[in-house]
């Protein structure tokens, strides 16, 4: 029995969130959707498939593919309140254009 709606659920089941802003590309953390500020811009988003196996970074960006395609076009402004995510994804490479991002990590990390 769910004790709240399935986005809730997901978002209490999984290992916490972290912010970005600026237009530094972030790699060295993996997470499985985020929030956007209104009007914010992506310019990289790549992934890996969730059964990859993985024991460092080096191998994440071996396995890494180009998922923008899979959400949005590249130069489409992002709305607020929204959640998104790649279903079938971990996301490992993400890297703004404008605005900032409310990202949620998926509960194991691989930081080296």
């Known amino acids: ?19 970005i ?10 997470f499985w959707g985020f929030n956007a500020s209104e009007g914010a811009v992506l310019e990289v988003l790549k992934g890996i498939p969730l059964k990859t196996v993985t024991a460092n970074l080096a191998a994440i960006t071996a ?12 130069t489409d402004p992002l709305l607020a ?10 996301i490992t490479n ?6 900032t991002l409310h990202c949620y990590l998926t509960k194991t990390q691989i930081s080296a």
């Open 63 to 74: 396995a890494e593919v180009n998922i923008t395609t899979l959400l949005t076009t590249i």
């Open 1 to 19: 029995m769910n004790l709240f709606d399935p986005q809730l659920d997901e978002l209490l089941a999984r290992g916490g969130t972290f912010d």
């Open 21 to 30: 802003t600026g237009t530094t590309a972030v790699t060295n953390k993996q």
């Open 94 to 99: 993400i890297k703004l254009t404008s605005g």
């Open 81 to 90: 309140g929204v959640i998104y995510r790649v279903d079938g994804y971990i």
